[in-house]
């Protein structure tokens, strides 16, 4: 018995541009004092720009987790940023808490961002397994905990951009089916 070739579905003409925006929180005792250059902040801006995102705000906070998670809410629920992005605040020194202030407010992780993130890093240093860098959804908005060194964030960004259009698109209610594209 033959199987008719089953119609294809039918694709919506409706082009929905989903939102870009993005707020960058570097996590820094030393940058809040004004005692370091927000380097990491600066490198991830260029190149999320580069990748045809709307970075709009930056700040650098203490590693105090009511201050992170205050900054992470305002972006994610009164600015209604699409991608915030932390950086520093992931190891496991006794200041490190970015994590924690993630988890104290996201609604959802997205575990297989930050697998993707330690694994990839693993092979350029031993050091990535000390990494507690948690990926998470609050809202419409997705919360990327990258290491505090320039050069470690860039790279962890760079694993997690192939990814990260769909990922946002999804967030923001793309009813589009996932095995079509």
């Not at 380097?39 to 720009?49: D, H, M």
């Not at 697998?115 to 998470?136: N, Q, W, Y």
Request: hydrophobic content about 40%.
């Amino acid at each position: 018995m033959t199987v008719p070739d089953a119609e294809p579905p039918v694709r919506s003409q409706t082009s929905i541009t989903f939102s870009r925006s993005v707020a960058i929180i570097t996590v820094s005792d030393k940058g809040a004092k004004g005692q370091r250059h927000d380097a990491s902040g600066q490198i991830l801006a260029e190149r999320l720009v580069v990748e045809g995102y709307d970075v709009r705000y930056r700040v650098v906070v203490p590693d105090e987790i009511d201050q992170i998670a205050e900054k992470l809410r305002r972006y994610a629920d009164e600015e209604q940023v699409a991608l915030i992005v932390t950086t520093g605040g992931t190891g496991v020194a006794p200041r490190d808490v970015t994590p924690e202030a993630t988890l104290e407010v996201a609604d959802r992780t997205v575990p297989g961002m930050a697998e993707a993130m330690r694994t990839a890093s693993i092979s350029k240093t031993p050091h990535a397994m000390l990494s507690r860098a948690v990926v998470g959804i609050r809202g419409t908005t997705l919360i990327i905990n990258l290491p505090g060194s320039p050069k470690g964030a860039l790279e962890n960004l760079e694993v997690l951009l192939p990814a990260m259009p769909h990922a946002l698109d999804k967030i923001q209610g793309d009813p589009s089916e996932c095995a079509l594209q």
